[in-house]
Every structure is written in C-alpha cells, then in structure tokens.
C-alpha cells in the first residue's frame, strides 16, 4: 500500500499554473517534515521545497523561490505544491517525500537522504 500519493501533474504553457497533491496514508506522517524534488530526464533528482512538520517554516531551492508555494493540511493528511509562471526548464517527474528526522535543521531537508518515505512521482510537462 503506497504511504505517499502523488497527484496533480500535467501538462501546461510556460507561465501557466499547476498544484500538485500528496496524500500520505498514515496520521504519524503529521509530524513529518515533508518535501518536494523533482527529477528531469537524465538528470539527478533535486530537491525543490520543504516543509517542517508544523508547517511554520518553508524552504526552497533558489530556482523556484517567489515562483512556488508549500503547504500542508494536517487535517487533511495533505501537502501541497503550487507551482505559478511555470517554465519549460520545471519539466520533471515531481516527487513527494517524507522525513521522521525532526532533529535536523530545516536546510537539512535539501537532502535526500534525509527522506524516509517517497512517493511513485507525478509529470510535470511546460511547453514553451
């Protein structure tokens, strides 16, 4: 049974707008940092933004700053990725991520190994 679930990617015009959904199935996953990387074709996968388990603090990498917004709704089990003036070079499969390591800083949450739980990915698709 998949812990966190992806939803939410498609295809769309640069400058468009696009909210990607992750599900996670377990209420621990409340207190979990949660993340968002991305992965493009022949590329490593990078990370994109955090989330501390509160929601009180966001990280993101310099590329999507003032472009994304991360956000969590523990009543819902849910986090969010709103993604706005999307570019062709944000073309990835985005990837959920979940992190039980509270005793890390923030920026910490930049690494991958970090993450203890990751989802199967939605395609993010921008056209010029």
Not at 53 to 73: A, H, P
């Amino acid at each position: 049974q998949a812990q966190l679930v992806e939803s939410g990617g498609g295809q769309v015009q640069a400058g468009g707008s696009l909210r990607l959904s992750c599900a996670a199935s377990r209420r621990t996953f409340r207190t979990y940092g949660m993340g968002w990387f991305r992965q493009a074709p022949g590329k490593e996968r990078e990370f994109v933004a955090t989330i501390n388990w509160s929601g009180g603090n966001t990280y993101y990498t310099d590329s999507v700053k003032g472009r994304f917004t991360i956000s969590r709704d523990s009543a819902e089990n849910t986090v969010y990725l709103q993604m706005n003036n999307l570019k062709p070079e944000d073309t990835a499969v985005y990837y959920c991520a979940a992190s039980g390591r509270n005793y890390i800083g923030l920026g910490a949450y930049s690494q991958r190994r970090h993450y203890d739980y990751w989802g199967q990915g939605t395609q993010v698709t921008v056209s010029s």
